[in-house]
């Protein structure tokens, strides 16, 4: 069984950075792609950064330049750094991990929230 645990979320101001981490139990991290999704009210959740298996990212388009995802296999992690934040970028983020046979799984949430 997976579980995915994520933290560093927080109110942080405009322009301010944050870190979301998401560690990741059992064998498997390694060969999976990560994710990181948010969730905001009344929306949809959507995409915001990925990472695979090999080490290569994308980004969607509304964090390009802002946001860095990257991944340690060792331990088991995966952060996104989260610079020049938006209110716009207020929402619940959620860590997805993808296995390579179709199994996904999702981490419970945490809250970012943008505001002056």
């Known amino acids: 069984q997976v579980q995915l645990v994520e933290s560093g979320g927080g109110l942080v101001q405009p322009g301010g950075s944050l870190r979301l981490s998401c560690a990741a139990s059992g064998r498997i991290f390694s060969i999976a792609d990560m994710g990181w999704y948010r969730q905001a009210p009344g929306k949809q959740r959507e995409f915001v950064a990925g990472?695979?298996?090999?080490?290569?990212?994308n980004y969607a388009n509304s964090v390009k330049g802002r946001f860095t995802i990257s991944r340690a296999n060792g331990e088991g992690t995966v952060t996104l750094q989260m610079n020049s934040l938006k209110p716009e970028d207020t929402a619940v983020y959620y860590c997805?991990?993808?296995?390579?046979?179709?199994?996904?799984?999702w981490g419970q949430g945490t809250q970012v929230t943008v505001s002056s």
């Open positions: 997805n991990l993808a296995l390579p046979y179709g199994s996904a799984y």
């Open positions: 990472i695979s298996r090999d080490g290569i990212t």
